[in-house]
């Protein structure tokens, strides 16, 4: 059972052009949603992260939306880069187990065209 | 070190045989994790630590994987009997842990195992 799940798995932008991705969960005990950034040979990075009490978080270029009865979450990259080109995990995780292990979507992969 | 370290960076081992994978977390922090990133895929949760404890190794596959972090600090996952299937990068991430109530987990470079 694929508890978060992302779309798309690829998405090609121009440069200077929004890149969205969207995740829904599953579990609504799930109350903490990071983005993580991945370059080829590298390990995940976080890039921001939203928990559900507010609906939006921005952080310079990049936003999150959140949908709480629709259990989804989006991430919005505006004035794409060449630099952002990577691969970009949603994940979730549940602040009330015994620890804030992460259950991560299978990332898309972001080109940006210069 | 600034941020969490893994050694080594790559391994190729034959089908069969045993290997150890270590993660040197980030300095002061009590919560370590161990995933599992399969091409093409999301990092899949292992095994997490609290101090020297493994609290939960829901994730580990099987009785091949195994785990320790004697002293609270460095860790290593060990591999019996390596498959094929084995092969994916090993990923480490650590935390300031629930005492911080800090979910942020910083995540190292990885080890890529390949099994021959």
């Known amino acids: 059972q694929q508890q978060v799940k992302q779309s798309p798995q690829s998405l090609i932008v121009q440069k200077g052009g929004i890149s969205i991705i969207n995740c829904a969960y599953e579990n609504t005990a799930f109350d903490y949603f990071p983005w993580y950034q991945q370059f080829p040979g590298k390990g995940p990075a976080l890039l921001i992260a939203i928990r559900p009490d507010v609906s939006e978080k921005k952080e310079g270029r990049f936003t999150i939306s959140f949908n709480k009865s629709a259990k989804q979450f989006s991430l919005h990259i505006m004035d794409s880069q060449p630099g952002d080109s990577a691969t970009y995990f949603c994940a979730a995780s549940y602040s009330g187990g015994s620890n804030y292990k992460l259950t991560f979507g299978k990332g898309t992969l972001l080109t940006v065209n210069p | 070190g600034a941020g969490v370290s893994q050694t080594p960076s790559n391994k190729v081992t034959e089908k069969g045989k045993y290997v150890e994978l270590r993660c040197d977390p980030i300095s002061g922090h009590t919560a370590l994790y161990w995933y599992r990133q399969s091409l093409g895929q999301g990092p899949e949760f292992l095994i997490y630590f609290q101090g020297t404890g493994a609290a939960d190794d829901s994730g580990l596959p099987n009785d091949r994987f195994f785990a320790v972090r004697p002293e609270g600090s460095v860790s290593t996952l060990k591999i019996q009997r390596t498959e094929r299937g084995d092969s994916a990068v090993y990923l480490c991430?650590?935390?300031?842990?629930?005492?911080?109530?800090?979910?942020?987990?910083?995540f190292g470079p990885g080890t890529r195992l390949l099994v021959l």
């Open positions: 991430a650590s935390s300031l842990g629930l005492a911080a109530r800090s979910e942020t987990q910083y």
